[in-house]
């Protein structure tokens, strides 16, 4: 069903990748990380993917360590967002993390609902 | 395709009319009040094709079914927006009906016209929002209006087979849809 290889390409670098000062942007300097690299920032990435509800992750466990927690939610995000799933921070994936996108969040998708009740 | 938990919808009785307002203080200068609801028109019309559901723009904000304005930064619903890019809006499920657009990106409505390299396209953000507000979540397939990202001067604002396939399981049919339509429209659109 899925097609083996993501078809969407990542985003012309000669477009809005030279501009700095957009959200998420920092996030280039992530291509090719892999888990048990230590890196500045990537602690953002987890708040990321917990914002948009891939990683169920105390604030304790922000670190900067790429761990079994940011590599399991890597998975997971690649998987439902019809990427290539290798676990990897290649270009496609980060491409498609630094897309600009809508703020529901796609596997919890009852946070407006909890809102609601509030 | 998939709903929030609990598949919440309006529960009105069919044929549904929900009315849409623009907050009168939340507002952006970038664009004309005539585009913007230009805009949202055809984004609403976008589902009201495929579904008994008809909307209606309304002066009336505080009565409105939908709520729909501009802002930056925190405010208030717990989740603030972040600036160029980034988050670009969020829509709450039935029947809350609250429409929140960044107010910090550059939103557009003819890329003609608007050259920036991060320009948004209105509608295509709109289109999206109105799935929610009427209760799909977001799709794992790429090329569906409710796949959760948008690039910059991107436009997606046909509604796929997946999308209407969400949408028609939660209120039904709009009598006068067929997919016989769509899937010419569509060959006609790839033979072009």
């Known amino acids: ?118 | 395709y998939a709903f929030f938990t609990g598949k919440p919808r309006w529960s009105r009785s069919i044929p549904i009319t929900l009315t849409y307002a623009f907050s009168p203080d939340y507002v952006i200068n970038s664009l004309s009040m005539s585009e913007i609801k230009d805009a949202f028109q055809r984004a609403f019309n976008h589902w009201a094709s495929v579904i008994p559901v008809s909307f209606w723009e309304s002066n009336d904000y505080g009565f409105a079914d939908i709520k729909i304005g501009f802002y930056k930064g925190d405010h208030g619903d717990g989740e603030p927006f972040d600036g160029l890019l980034g988050v670009l809006a969020h829509a709450f499920s039935p029947e809350i009906g609250r429409f929140h657009l960044d107010a910090a990106e550059t939103w557009a409505v003819d890329f003609e016209r608007e050259k920036s390299d991060v320009a948004i396209d209105l509608e295509s953000v709109a289109t999206h929002e109105i799935g929610h507000l009427l209760g799909l979540a977001h799709t794992s397939v790429q090329e569906a209006v409710m796949y959760p990202s948008l690039k910059p001067r991107e436009k997606k604002v046909d509604l796929k087979i997946d999308d209407i396939k969400g949408i028609q399981a939660l209120y039904g049919s709009n009598p006068n849809f067929s997919y016989q339509d769509l899937l010419e429209s569509d060959t006609s659109t790839n033979s072009g």
């Open chain 1, 1 to 118: 069903r899925t097609a083996p290889f993501p078809s969407s390409k990542p985003i012309n670098p000669t477009s809005y990748h030279k501009i700095r000062g957009y959200t998420w942007h920092e996030f280039q300097k992530f291509v090719d990380a892999g888990r048990g690299n230590k890196i500045n920032g990537i602690s953002e990435l987890k708040k990321y993917f917990h914002r948009f509800g891939y990683l169920k992750i105390d604030s304790l466990n922000f670190t900067d360590l790429f761990d079994e927690h940011l590599e399991h939610a890597l998975i997971k995000y690649q998987e439902n967002l019809g990427l290539l799933v290798n676990g990897k921070l290649d270009e496609y994936t980060v491409s498609q993390i630094i897309s600009p996108r809508c703020g529901v969040s796609d596997s919890a998708p009852k946070l407006f609902m909890h809102a609601t009740r509030n």
